[in-house]
């Protein structure tokens, strides 16, 4: 199975800062990656989606990058509405797997 | 509108049955894949079975043999049988649409029905 290992696992911030999380595959998983907001209570919601594409009606202040092994998901100035917890996944194989998540709280 | 809608969590005995339903509204369950994805009281996603639109599933190793994933072309839903239900099976459950792609994102998912397995 492909281990998904995001860091940090929460990180405290204001509105207008950049945030940077990062996920690492134990494997190759070319550009399958894809990364979620979920906030209490809610299902998850799709951000971006086979790396970088946004999806449809996402901000553009949300960015993702990477390949490989490597993923980065940054929101370049955090909104109040932003404030939740973010998980990036891979779609290279089966089983498909998440990260353990990144909870971004209000500093 | 496109959504979907699950339906038949509840407490359940360690042992028992439950299925779930997942109503799909706005576009078809058969033509698109699907999954299921569970969530743990305070725990990350758990991927739990897929459906792809050409009728192959998938299943964590977790739940492979115990659950069922099927379709409803009729009546447009999604179903998961899940049998030999563990205390560890406790989560919420949620039904997901893929987006039509190679990579299997969910841009669709459902509200969520919670599982409850208990004595």
């Known amino acids: 199975d492909i281990q998904m290992t995001q860091s940090p696992s929460s990180l405290s911030a204001s509105v207008g800062d950049r945030v940077t999380i990062t996920c690492r595959a134990s494997q190759g998983v070319t550009s399958y990656v894809n990364w979620y907001q979920q906030k209490p209570g809610k299902a998850p919601e799709l951000l971006i989606y086979?790396?970088?594409i946004l999806q449809t009606g996402v901000p553009s202040r949300f960015s993702g990058s990477g390949s490989g092994t490597d993923f980065t998901l940054t929101i370049s100035s955090l909104q109040p509405e932003d404030f939740a917890t973010y998980y990036c996944?891979?779609?290279?194989?089966?089983?498909?797997?998440f990260g353990g998540g990144t909870r971004v709280e209000i500093k | 509108e496109v959504q979907l809608a699950e339906s038949g969590g509840g407490l359940i005995q360690p042992g028992g049955s439950l299925k779930l339903s997942c109503a799909a509204s706005?576009?078809?369950?058969?033509?698109?894949?699907m999954t299921w994805v569970r969530q743990a009281p305070g725990k990350g996603p758990e991927w739990v079975s897929f459906f792809y639109s050409g009728g192959s599933t998938y299943y964590a190793d977790s739940v492979r043999g115990r659950f069922f994933i099927s379709r409803d072309s009729f009546n447009n839903t999604l179903h998961l049988q899940m049998n030999r239900l563990r205390v560890e099976d406790t989560a919420t459950y949620y039904c997901a649409r893929a987006i039509p792609s190679p990579n299997a994102a969910f841009d669709i998912w459902g509200q969520g029905t919670l599982v409850t397995v208990s004595a």
């Open positions: 706005g576009f078809s369950v058969t033509k698109n894949y």
């Open positions: 996944q891979q779609s290279y194989n089966v089983p498909l797997t």
């Open positions: 086979t790396t970088s």
